[in-house]
């Protein structure tokens, strides 16, 4: 899969907020030109007691969510944790396992946020950026922004707002259990963005491609440095 360079990785803070507010006039939310067959899920583990960390993409078949590809990656990791950018910590090793994927997909489902983000620029939209392809922001936790409630059945949500802007939406995806954060990434609008991801539900808190991510991936760990 062919990805894009935008900018170097070997930044400090100040450069990586810069690059940030650079990016974001370069997102564009338009609907999608075609209907979606294919849909990938993205996910990042870390190993306990060193520097390295792993990367997993799983592109699932809609609407069966039969599994076509999966590949993994791993690297030290080279950006220490700051809120707010995450993506320079897990965007890299992302990249590397998409670089991988011989199956291009229609969309891209991130365990993290779109533009529901303090700069407007999550993981989502930046790697959407660097693949060029439709991406969409499934967060777990929320980082700016105020909603009103949510009803109790799936597919209830409500509008995430940031002062009158509209940034993402608070969605149910399970009964009884806390919702998720979505939010557009990229060459998507946000209704497009919460009908994919219900699509993609099975009866977890998280969607498919983004929960056989988070298997495939915390397995290899596992399984290559016997670590929980």
Same mark, same amino acid.
């Given at each position: 899969?062919?990805?894009?360079?935008?900018?170097?990785?070997?930044?400090?803070?100040?450069?990586?907020?810069?690059?940030?507010?650079?990016?974001?006039?370069?997102?564009?939310?338009?609907?999608?030109?075609?209907?979606?067959?294919?849909?990938?899920?993205?996910?990042?583990?870390?190993?306990?007691?060193?520097?390295?960390?792993?990367?997993?993409?799983?592109?699932?078949?809609?609407?069966?969510?039969?599994?076509?590809?999966?590949?993994?990656?791993?690297? !030290? *990791?080279?950006?220490?944790?700051?809120?707010?950018?995450?993506?320079?910590?897990?965007?890299?090793?992302?990249?590397?396992?998409?670089?991988?994927?011989?199956?291009?997909?229609?969309? *891209?489902?991130?365990?993290?946020?779109?533009?529901?983000?303090?700069?407007?620029?999550?993981?989502?939209?930046?790697?959407?950026?660097?693949?060029?392809?439709?991406?969409?922001?499934?967060? !777990?936790?929320?980082?700016?922004?105020?909603?009103?409630?949510?009803?109790?059945?799936?597919?209830?949500?409500?509008?995430?707002?940031?002062?009158?802007?509209?940034?993402?939406?608070?969605?149910?995806?399970?009964?009884?259990? !806390?919702?998720?954060?979505?939010?557009?990434?990229?060459?998507?609008?946000?209704?497009?963005?919460?009908?994919? *991801?219900?699509?993609? *539900?099975?009866?977890?808190?998280?969607?498919?491609?983004?929960?056989?991510?988070?298997?495939?991936?915390? !397995?290899?760990?596992?399984?290559?440095?016997?670590?929980?």
């Amino acid at each position: 899969m062919k990805i894009r360079q935008l900018h170097r990785w070997d930044l400090g803070y100040r450069e990586a907020l810069k690059v940030q507010e650079t990016l974001k006039e370069r997102l564009i939310f338009t609907r999608l030109r075609r209907k979606v067959g294919l849909v990938a899920g993205a996910d990042v583990s870390y190993a306990k007691n060193n520097n390295r960390l792993y990367g997993a993409v799983v592109i699932i078949a809609l609407p069966s969510l039969s599994l076509v590809e999966y590949k993994i990656a791993q690297d !030290k *990791v080279r950006f220490p944790y700051i809120p707010g950018l995450l993506s320079f910590r897990e965007a890299p090793i992302l990249l590397k396992a998409f670089k991988k994927i011989n199956v291009i997909p229609d969309v *891209v489902l991130f365990d993290g946020q779109g533009t529901a983000h303090p700069r407007g620029l999550g993981l989502a939209s930046h790697m959407g950026l660097f693949l060029d392809i439709p991406a969409i922001g499934c967060a !777990k936790t929320l980082l700016i922004g105020e909603s009103g409630p949510v009803g109790k059945e799936v597919g209830s949500f409500a509008y995430l707002k940031n002062k009158d802007e509209v940034i993402g939406a608070v969605l149910r995806t399970k009964s009884g259990i !806390k919702p998720v954060i979505i939010s557009p990434g990229h060459r998507i609008t946000l209704d497009e963005s919460i009908n994919i *991801v219900l699509q993609c *539900v099975r009866g977890y808190r998280l969607p498919e491609p983004i929960r056989q991510a988070h298997l495939l991936v915390n !397995k290899f760990r596992i399984d290559n440095l016997g670590m929980s």
